[in-house]
């Protein structure tokens, strides 16, 4: 959601930028910049498009100072003009997030006489700078943002300072030193190679970065202070090593993503924090389980997994939904938000609006440093690693068994948690076994080649046929829905014709044959149908009806999404390549949005 870096006292900020853009492509690829300080004044280079669109632009820039920006579309269509950094004046911006109130500021600064050059925003702010700058950058940087509203991370530039500035208010911004040399990014990953020492800024702080020196200030000017650590080895950036495709090296890393969580899970006493919290509330009356798209996925498939095992009630909501809805979540009320990034707007607010109403606040993320970890009681970490595919693959993996080990301990059977980890050390092999073993060619070419995809499932498997359909549906284009099964003939049946194919999921022998009536009444309508299925699950009269059967390593229910998910992911994949999709930069995407 749009990605934003700074530096100063580096040898070619140009080509430093560059490279810090490029880790942070996966935010945002509309269009990309950088502006430079060079000669006393602002040099702008932007485009719209990929950050490598910049790089025939930025061989000739000089300069040891500036600020870069890779954008996620919100505000005006993707171009040159609407492309960051904003210039004007003695003034130049980036900015991640959304000026909520910047209707009013332009014409405000309109009816002064700035000239706007863009549909965005963001542009409001150099044009505030500007305004506000009588010879004291402070002042004007303390003004400028006392006038926004909304969510901003900015990087500022200004012609008569020889650093940069950068503004955290509800968007991610990581500052580090390194070399002699001052950075800030929008994540870690950016800055590694970069800085050696980093610290998270706080929202409301902003950063002064010049001459080898940090300073810190909040919005009312008085002066703050942040503490660096050591740029940790886990926000090292990817890279594909072979792999053609991010999406696909990530599938492969989900059984070391199931390990690292699982270990995780015991090596941060995390049973003992959750028995801890459980009984400082005295016991938890309901569960809500909150997150946004893949990671609402997961939350759904634990709602089930989880009130089977607590005997209350656990429900899963998507953010978005909770964060404005008059809810009954009270001091009884455990909330479990799920989100690998952590930023998650939607989600970072609903987790807020649970706070205020008393609830427990509990966080699954993958990333350690992220806003959620500050608003959560307790975090439950999921270890998936840098996950650069827009598409989530490996951390929703994570987050099935971080949630199942975190049920598994608040129901406070031993027994249950301890045969839950012992499943664990297997369950990477049984993933890997589905990695290299499943079949998913003709399916994809039957995907590439329908009007219309329909996954359907019973129990834990609609959540994961929902999962399915949005993988599908976000890398390939081809469109489609995720259904609970019993639900397809009570309206969505009516869509099935011969240019439909259908992806039955089945994990559970019982619930199987159920969904196995659903495929005969597809097939009988001349749809062509698929069956992803646990070893020995699916009715036999089931692999002679279906067009198409795939067989995985089958396991506990609560863990199933885990497995059963993979020859999805891996539908969806070749599916998209098949169509000649980028299955790591989908269009209209971004990973981590961070607005509403
Ligand atoms: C889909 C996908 C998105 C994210 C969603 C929430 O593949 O990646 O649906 O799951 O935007 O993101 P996080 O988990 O970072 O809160």
Redesign the pocket.
Known sequence: MCGIIGCTGVKCAAKTLYRGLEDLEYRGYDSAGIAVLDCGGIITVKRKGRVAALLPAIEELGGTTGIGHTRWATHGRPSDANAHPHTAGAFSVVHNGIIENYAELKKELADEGCTFFSQTDSEVVVHLLNKYYRGDLKEAVLSTVRRLRGAFALCILCKDYSGFVAVKYCNPIIVGTGGGALFAASDMPALCGLAENVAVMQDGQIAFAAEGKITFCDFSGEAASLTFSTLPVSARPARLCGFPHYMIKEINEIPAAIKATASAFTSENCAEKLARIQKKRGGFTDVVVC?????FHSALAAAYCGEELLKIPVRAETAGEFRYRKSSAGAGTLFIA???????AD?VEAARAAKRLGACVIAVTNVAYSAITGVADVVIPVRAGVEIC???TK?YCGQIVALALTFASLCQSSSALKSMLKELKTLGAACSAAITDCRVEDVARACASSSGVYFIGRGMDYPVALEGS??LK?VSYVPGEGYPAGELKHGTIALIDGGTLTVAIITDKTLGEKTASAVEQICSRGGRAAVVCFKGCAPLSLKERAEFFIEVPACSACLSPAVSVIPLQLIAYRTAVILGRDPDKPRNLA???TVE
Request: proline residues 0%; charged residues 15%.
């Open positions: 997150g946004c798209g893949t990671a799920v989100s690998q990034s952590g930023e998650t989600t827009v598409a989530a951390s949005l993988k976000e990973k981590s949005v």
